[in-house]
T-cell receptor
Framework: GAVVSQHPSRVICKSGTSVKIECRSL??????MFWYRQFPKQSLMLMAT?????????EQGVEKDKFLINHASLTLSTLTVTSAHPEDSSFYIC????????????FGDGTRLSIL | KQEVTQIPAALSVPEGENLVLNCSFT??????LQWFRQDPGKGLTSLLL?????REQTSGRLNASLDKSSGRSTLYIAASQPGDSATYLC??????????FGAGTTVTVRA
């Protein structure tokens, strides 16, 4: 089945550091990837939609200069949390959609980001 | 804006008991509904996907029903096992791919 690889699985870093998270579709071409954020015991909240070769679309309330998204190829999207602060600590999950219509999203295993 | 609610928030049952998890959504104009499993600190595993034209989907011990007009879906897990302990999320999809998730039901199956 379709596999999405997300890396790293866990990051602990100091406040002010920029952190990059990668999301790769391993056996299919993903024209669209999504980035979600999940707080403890809460639902996944969509942050942005990433389309290959074009600018990401951010949901209301998400700072595009804080969360930089790049989708340079059909198999890779990256999320960079710039100048991270403790309030950015969260669980970030990506998902990818196959080119063919009506396919479900496939999710990565998530990245636990902890900013000290 | 689509609102997805899952009740109960948590559920604890003895092994062997059947599980019933509920999901409701406010906007019935959905393309499909999907049930996921999430283990602690992990990503999502897709369990069942029901198209808006379907009434139910089955996979092994899992059965999910969909009543689009009333904005409800139910996930049934038969003969629960300790390995079924996890958080179960439902998500609805409109015509675009943007999923709206419920907060989940955390299930504990006691051996």
């Amino acid at each position: 089945g379709a596999v999405v690889s997300q890396h790293p699985s866990r990051v602990i870093c100091k406040s002010g550091t920029s952190v990059k998270i990668e999301c790769r579709s391993l056996d299919f071409q993903a024209t669209t990837m999504f980035w979600y954020r999940q707080f403890p015991k809460q639902s996944l909240m969509l942050m942005a939609t990433s389309n290959e070769g074009s600018k990401a679309t951010y949901e209301q309330g998400v700072e595009k200069d804080k969360f930089l998204i790049n989708h340079a190829s059909l198999t890779l999207s990256t999320l960079t949390v710039t100048s991270a602060h403790p309030e950015d600590s969260s669980f970030y999950i990506c998902s990818a959609v196959e080119v063919s219509v009506n396919q479900p999203q496939h999710f990565g295993d998530g990245t636990r980001l902890s900013i000290l | 804006k689509q609102e997805v609610t899952q009740i109960p928030a948590a559920l604890s049952v003895p092994e062997g008991e059947n599980l019933v998890l509920n999901c409701s959504f406010t906007d019935s104009a959905i393309y499909n509904l999907q049930w996921f499993r999430q283990d602690p600190g992990k990503g999502l595993t897709s369990l069942l996907l029901i198209q808006s034209s379907q009434r139910e989907q089955t996979s092994g011990r899992l059965n999910a029903s969909l009543d689009k007009s009333s904005g409800r879906s139910t996930l049934y897990i038969a003969a629960s096992q300790p390995g079924d302990s996890a958080t179960y999320l439902c998500a609805v999809r409109p015509n675009d791919y943007k999923l709206s998730f419920g907060a989940g039901t955390t299930v504990t199956v006691r051996a």
